[in-house]
């Protein structure tokens, strides 16, 4: 069973805000999983490399040249709010000092 | 028609790529009226027969490719230059992709037309394309069932005859569970046999270009057409299957196959099994040697993607954060509320319950525990797959367990859903080529299909395998 501190924990992590029914939707379904993958458990694992990517990535480099990439006008059209060359987010500066004001 | 069908008219001049895409078209625009649309396709795009009118003009000036005037539809994660693409989220709303995949734009060089792009489960993320944004897909056998996911849509427009040919996304069996759903032949290649390159990464280390066509020649002219290393991805090879054309009948003599026990004991179909082992007799007939096999890490792999999978995912999955492509959330105060917000409201609930279990086997305390466990598990099933393939060719088994269910049947039971998997996942785990082959129908009309595995980049041998299986009418 996930803790309510875990279950907090890995939503902030994974950048997700999800309503308190979802929450015990996650806790059960999650849960389910988790009990079906620890069957995992009963092989010896010691000393086997982890690592596939080795055995499937070509060395394969590119010329060190400068190429064409995407303008200004391409990133605008992706869909995010862009202005003057740049991305526009909410202000985090004053937030941040008033934070700091608080602690 | 299939693809080559329609090639060899094209070429013949009876038939013009403006008459087969519009065909096509009216096929889809036709099931729109229809009271429950098998809604396969997002959108079908407004340029597809002026292009088939260019393909035509320059076929007729004898120019054009290959495959000048044929056409594709593409699953909503493969980029394709200046159309929009939203994996079916809300999180990828009013992005229009800026250049098409290496595999797209390798088939549209080629001469092919890009009918439109079709439905899936949200980000790949699915057995059976109802978790999308635009509404579940249907299956075309019987509307009240699934097609299969999450390639389902490009499975229904296949099997539809809304279009000859479609691409189609792998991480676990999205493109041979819908074929095997829906009656058609669908194709995971070997890992690196296509450049990734435009392909929205959910799995990276298990994703692949699929294709799914009404027979292996098909596959074959696309996969002629498409493979090959690509700059773009350090992950893809030349596989040689450039030279898969005139695709040949494969003698079956000779051919060695194993069935894994571990998928014709319980919870498998008995209807599934029957069709599948009449497969089997089929090879046995015709001189090949068919042993039974008994490898029990098979039974694991669906445990061990669904801890590869979603820490991969979830990885993947943090680029949208609503700053710079797609949805962003109107109201969020400071950047980390934006994050959240966007993330919450344009994600759907599959997709979030990934990302939250990608990032908890992936946490401290239990990386170890999970991830590194599953990877080393993973080097396991390799090496036990590696032994079998000194004795076999192929590895023959059901692609399903079950046959296609209706509609909201598994959507609450995740890992209900997930098992459906049971057959394919260790394929994708172990970078194998896969190809779903229809073999026939259970007594209520479903289809069903069969599954044959074989070495890396041995595409070229289950696709002759399948296409002399085709040419004899089946079992």
Do not use: W
Request: proline share 5%; net charge negative.
């Amino acid at each position: 069973m996930i803790d309510d501190k875990t279950l907090q924990s890995i939503l902030f992590l994974s950048r997700l805000d999800v309503s308190d029914e979802e929450k015990e939707h996650f806790r059960k379904q999650v849960g389910d999983i988790l009990d079906y993958v620890a069957q995992l458990q009963d092989y010896e694992t010691e000393g086997i490399d982890p690592d596939l990517g080795k055995a499937v990535t070509v060395d394969r480099l590119r010329a060190d040249k400068a190429r064409p990439g995407f303008t200004h006008d391409d990133v605008a059209r992706f869909g995010a709010h862009f202005s003057d060359g740049f991305f526009v987010v909410p202000r985090i500066i004053e937030d941040f000092l008033e934070n700091r004001d608080e602690e | 028609m299939t693809l080559t069908e329609l090639k060899a008219a094209m070429e013949r001049g009876d038939l013009s790529a403006k008459d087969a895409v519009a065909a096509f078209r009216d096929e889809y625009l036709e099931d729109c009226k229809h009271p429950q649309p098998l809604n396969c396709y997002i959108e079908f795009f407004d340029d597809a027969l002026a292009k088939a009118e260019k393909a035509d003009a320059a076929r007729a000036k004898g120019e054009g490719g290959g495959l000048c005037g044929l056409p594709l539809a593409v699953k909503d994660n493969i980029l394709v230059e200046g159309k929009p693409l939203t994996c079916a989220s809300g999180v990828l709303k009013g992005f229009t992709a800026p250049y098409s995949a290496t595999v797209v734009d390798r088939l549209v060089s080629d001469g092919m037309i890009v009918t439109g792009r079709t439905n899936m489960d949200e980000f790949g993320m699915g057995s059976s394309c109802e978790y999308s944004i635009y509404g579940p897909t249907r299956n075309p056998v019987d509307r009240e069932l699934t097609p299969g996911g999450s390639s389902g849509g490009s499975a229904a427009a296949v099997a539809s005859r809304m279009a000859p040919a479609a691409l189609g996304t792998e991480t676990g069996g999205s493109v041979r569970l819908p074929a095997a759903f829906c009656g058609v032949y669908g194709l995971k290649p070997s890992y690196g046999t296509l450049s990734r390159y435009g392909v929205v990464a959910f799995g990276s280390s298990l994703d692949q270009i699929g294709m799914l066509a009404r027979s292996p020649d098909d596959i074959a002219l696309l996969l002629a057409s498409c493979s090959g290393a690509d700059r773009h991805d350090a992950t893809s090879e030349e596989s040689g299957l450039e030279e898969i054309l005139p695709l040949r009948p494969k003698e079956i003599g000779g051919v060695r196959a194993a069935l894994p026990e571990e998928f014709f004991g319980e919870g498998i179909d008995p209807e599934i099994k029957e069709k599948v082992k009449a497969f089997a007799s089929y090879l046995e007939r015709n001189g090949a040697v068919v042993e039974p096999l008994s490898l029990p890490i098979l039974k694991s792999a669906v445990a061990m993607y669904y801890i590869i999978a979603p820490a991969e995912a979830s990885s993947n999955l943090a680029r949208y954060d609503g700053i710079r492509y797609g949805f962003r959330s109107d109201d969020a105060v400071t950047l980390e509320d934006l994050y959240t917000s966007s993330r919450s409201k344009g994600f759907g609930k599959e997709v979030k319950r990934r990302i939250f279990l990608g990032n908890y086997v992936l946490s401290s305390g239990y990386y170890d525990a999970y991830y590194k466990k599953a990877q080393q598990v993973r080097t396991i099933l390799c090496s036990g797959l590696a032994g079998v393939f000194d004795t076999y060719d192929i590895i023959v088994s059901p692609t399903s367990p079950c046959t296609p269910f209706r509609i909201g049947e598994k959507v609450d039971d995740p890992l209900s859903m997930y098992l459906t998997d049971i057959c394919t996942t260790f394929v994708n785990l172990a970078l194998l080529p896969s190809l779903s082959v229809p073999c026939g129908k259970t007594r209520a009309g479903l289809p069903v299909g069969v599954q044959i595995v074989g070495k890396r980049f041995s595409e070229a041998l289950l696709l002759g395998i399948a296409k002399t299986y085709h040419e004899s009418g089946g079992t």
